[in-house]
């Protein structure tokens, strides 16, 4: 038969958390002050991680819009400083490598872009021409916003099809009626005009013409300025390493061969000693907030010996002031850390908005910033939670 006195000790599970809570409730401005600073360095780490993450995701996408299998061709450098100038037949030299969609090329005319020829010759608005191939938009993917991109006819006729950025700068805001732009000593009419295109940006500055016009009115030598190449699933690598020695096999070093999605996947893991910076701030942070509940929980015990004192003489064994005090200092940091998820998430979407990007915050992040705060709060209320458990009812109830 159980005496009294085991009865009296009794603490049942749903009575620790109450009892917990009590010194938190009674002491709410100075709860919410330690609070917040688990808070903070939960809401840093959850914050670093989501941006991250969402970063990772824009940059997935970023990957995916790109296309993997794209590549850029350009002259390189010459060992002896001379200019590198690419045969005019280069894209056709490459096509002949076999596991290629598309390959085109692009030529820089030496020509002026302006709206009529009343504006001045040094106001073009860096507006560059290009002679190009016919199948370009094919290989980076370019969509035309209105009228149509060149064909074997309109390259032979005084046809231009404007970038974005240049049908805008040029005032052309449709093509009815059919706009008409200056170039150098000849009007053309504007057939159309792209959208913006990721795989080339410096498209949506430029005036495109065909070649034979530009050899016609500009005398052009057609020398190719970047090369657009879309090889087939599986065989970027090898039509990589092949392209330099096909177009120069005398010089390849004088042929600069580039994948776009390199520049990306390199921002990508430069930004990783960033990260692992932020996050060592943000455990720092929690470090320190850790140490702020457990001063206060010291201060806590001071001020509560009296209670500390009734309870033990009520029948409370060392073992539920331990608790008790455990408890309150895990709810503590548990306040703070689902504050702190909450704030980190925030911020994760507020940066995400403002980049125009994906928003992504891991559950991984949320899940273990709240676990986080509960192993710093429990560990933090373990010393305050010893001494409490030691003071001698006798004395904690005497007046001091």
Do not use: C
């Not at 749903?14 to 009590?22: I, K, T, Y």
């Not at 005009?193 to 057609?222: K, N, Y």
């Not at 190719?224 to 010089?251: K, M, S």
């Amino acid at each position: 038969m159980r005496s009294a006195r085991s009865d009296l000790s009794r603490l049942r599970s749903s009575d620790v958390f109450r009892v917990g809570g009590l010194g938190l409730r009674a002491r709410k401005v100075r709860t919410l002050l330690t609070a917040l600073g688990i808070a903070i360095g939960i809401a840093a780490m959850v914050a670093v991680l989501g941006i991250t993450a969402s970063e990772d995701a824009q940059v997935q996408a970023e990957l995916d819009a790109l296309g993997p299998n794209l590549l850029e061709v350009f002259e390189g450098e010459s060992i002896t400083g001379e200019d590198i100038v690419l045969p005019v037949e280069s894209a056709a030299m490459i096509e002949r490598i076999g596991p290629i969609e598309v390959a085109a090329q692009v030529s820089v005319v030496d020509a002026t872009v302006r709206r009529t020829e009343f504006v001045p010759a040094a106001q073009t608005g860096g507006i560059v021409v290009l002679a190009t191939d016919l199948d370009v938009l094919d290989a980076v993917d370019g969509v035309v916003a209105t009228g149509t991109f060149l064909d074997a006819r309109s390259a032979e006729t005084p046809a231009v099809v404007l970038g974005s950025v240049a049908a805008e700068r040029l005032g052309v805001r449709s093509l009815d009626p059919t706009p008409i732009v200056y170039l150098t000593d000849t009007y053309f009419q504007v057939i159309g005009v792209l959208e913006s295109v990721r795989l080339a940006p410096g498209f949506d500055r430029a005036a495109f013409i065909g070649a034979p016009i530009a050899q016609t009115l500009f005398e052009a030598e057609l020398e190719p300025q970047t090369i657009y190449v879309d090889v087939v699933d599986g065989w970027l690598d090898d039509v990589r390493a092949l392209i330099a020695a096909t177009i120069r096999p005398e010089a390849p070093n004088e042929v600069t061969v580039t994948r776009p999605s390199d520049a990306i996947e390199a921002r990508d893991v430069t930004s990783d000693s960033f990260r692992s910076l932020l996050l060592g701030l943000g455990a720092v942070a929690l470090l320190v907030g850790g140490v702020g509940i457990a001063n206060v929980m010291v201060i806590s015990v001071l001020e509560r010996q009296g209670e500390i004192g009734v309870r033990r003489a009520l029948g409370a064994t060392r073992r539920h002031i331990r608790l008790q005090f455990v408890v309150e200092s895990a709810l503590l940091s548990l306040l703070g850390g689902v504050a702190g998820v909450g704030i980190g998430a925030a911020i994760t979407a507020a940066y995400a908005e403002r980049e125009d990007s994906v928003v992504s915050v891991p559950i991984e992040a949320l899940v273990l910033g709240v676990g986080a705060a509960l192993v710093i709060g429990g560990f933090a209320g373990l010393y305050p939670a010893a001494r409490a458990a030691r003071l001698d009812p006798a004395e904690a109830v005497r007046p001091g």
